[in-house]
């Protein structure tokens, strides 16, 4: 089973041990890094050795809402929950608008429903890493097509002058609808590694 990387960040040493009882209940391969300070925070995120993070949304040294904007910087894709006892709904309404993945009051059943909610997250990160693979294969796909098509229609074009006003129009046509779709395609490819690499 992969091991599943926890971030857990609570100022309350009580909440966190029955966090971690609740989660290790259902998970057996786990691995919780505790964060009780600001550094631990920064370094955590600096290193990014976590699949998900757990956080409480009123902490002594900072709020749930600013764990979640420095997550969601490094990297948009992480799971982000708030597990808290002090929020509200206008709190809960704004997280989500920021990324947040999902909201749980700590009350008599939510050490019971944290684990859902990690599962839940987890999934749905594997399931857009798989819609995102599967849109930039027939992206790809498609851009080869457009591709063919784009130096088909010019070969045409340019053996066109002996044809008819008529069949010089329709190729300029297909060339120029094919090369404005390539166009527009290109913003949807995926960045080219050595391209990347060599622009930073």
Do not use: C
Not at 134 to 163: C, F, G, K, M, P
Request: hydrophobic share 40%.
């Amino acid at each position: 089973m992969t091991q599943i990387r926890i971030l857990l960040i609570d100022d309350n040493p009580g909440d966190r041990a029955l966090a971690i009882r609740a989660l290790k209940q259902t998970f057996s391969n786990l691995q919780i890094q505790e964060v009780l300070d600001q550094g631990g925070l920064n370094r955590a995120i600096r290193e990014k050795n976590f699949d998900l993070v757990v956080t409480d949304f009123q902490i002594r040294w900072t709020t749930g809402i600013d764990v979640l904007l420095a997550i969601k910087e490094k990297d948009p894709t992480l799971p982000v929950i708030m597990f808290t006892n002090t929020g509200t709904e206008e709190i809960a309404v704004e997280a989500m608008k920021l990324g947040l993945d999902d909201y749980i009051l700590k009350r008599s059943d939510a050490y019971a429903r944290l684990p859902a909610a990690v599962s839940r997250s987890l999934e749905n990160v594997r399931i857009r890493a798989e819609l995102e693979r599967y849109t930039n294969i027939r992206v790809h796909d498609l851009n080869e097509a457009l591709q063919t098509i784009l130096s088909l229609s010019s070969r045409l074009l340019e053996r066109s002058t002996s044809r008819s006003q008529a069949d010089q129009t329709d190729f300029q046509q297909i060339y120029r609808a094919a090369q404005t779709a390539s166009e527009l395609l290109q913003d949807l490819l995926p960045e080219n590694p050595s391209h990347k690499s060599s622009n930073s």
